[in-house]
C-alpha cells in the first residue's frame, strides 16, 4: 500500500515493468515504461520519428501483454501490412530481454501527412498484427492474430484483446522519441488495467461499477504523465488510484539484448546458394536486422559450416 508520495527511485521506474492491484476491487494492472533501453533498442537505426514512435509503442504493448502471461521463454508480437512500415517486430523473452526492429520504406515515410492522427493507418496500412509464445522445441507454440483495426496501436490492442479469450482488459501506449540525435531521451509507456474474476459473493452490479471507474481513471493519464521521468511509477499510479488505494507488486526489469550470435547465422545462411550471399571476394556479409551488428564469412568458412552439416544429415 502506498501511503504517500515517494521521491526516491525516480530513475528506476523506466525500463521495467510492474504489477499492480487497485485495492478492494478485482482490477490489475501492469505498468511499463521504457526509457535507456528503448534509445539502444532505436539508436543502430535511422528510423524516422514517426517510425520509431509506432515502433515503441509496438514495444511496450509486446512488454505489456508478456508481463500479463505466464510463460518461459519468448513472446513475440509482428505486424505485417502492406503501408511504408510493412513489417514491426518487438520481441521480449521471460527474462526481460527485448529487442525489435521495424521494416519501412523511406520515401513513402516522407510523403505521408497528418501522420499523429492514425500513425497505423498511414504507417502500416491494412495487415495484421500476430502474437507468438514460444517455449522450446517441445511445447505447442501458441499464436494470437488480428486485423490491424484502429487508428493507433492502442486501438490495435484494444481490437485484439475483445476477440480473444483475455480477461476484459483496457490499455493505454504513448511514445515520444524527441529530436535528439540517436534517441537520446527517447521515452515509451503502457498502462493496462485488467478485470479479474469477482470476489466470492460480491455483488455483480458493484464490480461493474468499479471496472468503470478503473477504465475512466486509466484514461485519464496524460501522455506527459506516462512519460515524465520524474514521475516514479508509484506516484503516477498514486496520483489514478488513491481513492480506492492501489497495491504496488513486484518490479520487473526490462532490457535490450539482441540474440544474434555468429552460429545461428551460420545456421541461417547455409541454406543458401553460396553465389546469392558470396560477393566478389567471396565473402559474406550478414547484418542482424535487430541490432544492426555485421557478421562477415569467408567462403571456406562457409564450405565447411556446410560440409559439418552434410556430414551430420548422412550420420
Ligand atoms: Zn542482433
Redesign the pocket.
Known sequence: MIAAPMDASVSNSFDASLTFQIEGVSVRGRLVRLGRELEHILKPHAYPQPVAEILAETLCLSATLASALKYDGLFSLQTQSDGPVSLMVADVTSQGAM?GYARFDGPRVEALSDIASAPVVRLLGAGHMAFTVDQGSHTERYQGITDLDGANISDCAHHYLRNSEQLESAIWLAADVGTEPDFAHARAGALMVQRMPPAPGADPADEDDDWRRAVALLSSLTRAELLDPALSSEDLLFRLYHEDGVRVFESRPLFHR???SREKVASTIKSFPAEEILDAQGRAEVV?E????TYHFEEAELEQIKGADNCANSA
Not at 535487430?290 to 551488428?293: H, P
Open positions: 529487442r539482441c540474440r544474434c542482424c535487430f541490432c544492426k551488428k
